[in-house]
């Protein structure tokens, strides 16, 4: 996976001039620690997991990245998941490197106090690892706000003394930030809205959205309460359709009752799909919420969206970048596209340090003003040099980065 990311780095050093130095850095992951967690069972026995925390690059400032509990997680996965916040936090100028943990479990398989002890045992294995000048965690794939409280609560345990800044996500009565819930596909939201005319998109639009967790859920709402048609939704359960639009408060509210979207197949007109026909879907805006990879090359030449914006993390392969390109698709890349998140985990962090806290319209007017500036600074990169929207997002990262990295000192310190 790692390597697969490292190609889009490679194109974007194409474009750039980048001392060695710079690449060589950031090829590899800086320190990449692996522990076994035991914890004690519901019945008495004990069980062990594999969990990782990556700090891929801290030049810019502490890593910064998600924690994801998930059955098949890996090494290479994590590694590759801290590249991209590398590039993210870069992209949107936060004063951060990139990191990532994960734990190799199915966190439906534990009851909740499993789970309490197992997030609590990841804090205590990285405790020396983590910190609020350090490396600052947050939610990813199947963890949550509750257990970003209970890391935060086990770390502060530890250090003895409250240290809310350590992680982000947190509840907020445990010092979360307004806002940070829907921030990543908010994020997203503002920015097909800034480019909207650019993009040639119409107004309202027709959107198919993969993956109805945290950020599909929210990216649907979003949409659908300014006018918009969500047309096609899609869980690990399947997929459903209605051309006419999908009632997207009452699918949110089946979700939270715990039950999957297909629950609604069959209602008012609304038709069970394969979940690869999501992909082709006839829409103007194709939203991947759900895993990595799930865009590749034997799928891409089906998707019919003019539009698609990423709010997965890699969730569109680099040979399937080529063929939508190809068919004239835009893809605005992860690394802009979902980096709403970890901007408010940001504002949630600078609320913490300070002691005092925004109201809401502050967190939203905030994220606004740094989506569109470099939303559109990107977008004019991609214009000028006759690039993609990736290719202009990493070149942005990576004179950022360099910026960074020469300044610290590279070879042509040494030339003279
Ligand atoms: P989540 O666990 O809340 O939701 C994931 C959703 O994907 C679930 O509805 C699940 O059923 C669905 N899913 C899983 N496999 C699927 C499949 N094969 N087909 C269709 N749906 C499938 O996770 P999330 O926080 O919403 O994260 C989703 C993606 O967004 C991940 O790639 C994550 O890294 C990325 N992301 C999330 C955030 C955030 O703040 N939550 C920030 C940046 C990036």
Known sequence: MLELALTRLDDAARHVQIDADVLEKLKY?????KVRLMIRMDDGSRKSFLAWRCRYDDTRGPTKGGIRFHPEASADEVETLAFWMTFKCAVMDLPYGGGKGAIQVDPRSLSRAEIERLSRAYIQAFAKIIGPDRDI???????????????ADEYSTIVGHSEPAVIT?????LGGSL???????????YLIRHLSKDLGLPDPLTLAVQGFGNAGQFVAKLFAEDGHSVVAVSDSSGAIHRAAGLPVADLIALKNSGRPVTDFAGRDGIERIDPEALIATPCDLLVPAAMENMIHEKNAGAVKAR??????????????DRLLAEKGVVILPDILANAGGVTVSYFEWVQNRQGFYWPLEEIHQRLE????????????????????????????????LAGAIEAHGTQQFFAA
């Open 29 to 33: 992951p800086r320190e990449t620690t």
């Open 369 to 400: 003003t740094i989506v569109a500036r470099q939303g559109r600074a990107i977008w004019a990169i991609a214009q000028d040099r006759s690039v993609s929207m990736r290719t202009a997002a990493y070149i942005h990262a990576l004179s950022r």
């Open 137 to 151: 965690p947050a939610p990813d794939v199947y963890t949550n706000a509750m257990i970003m409280g209970w890391m």
């Open 179 to 189: 806002g940070r819930d829907d921030a990543t596909a908010r994020g997203g939201y």
């Open 307 to 320: 539009v698609i914006l990423e709010l997965a993390n890699g969730p569109v392969t680099p040979d399937a």
């Open 169 to 173: 996500g947190k509840p907020i009565a």
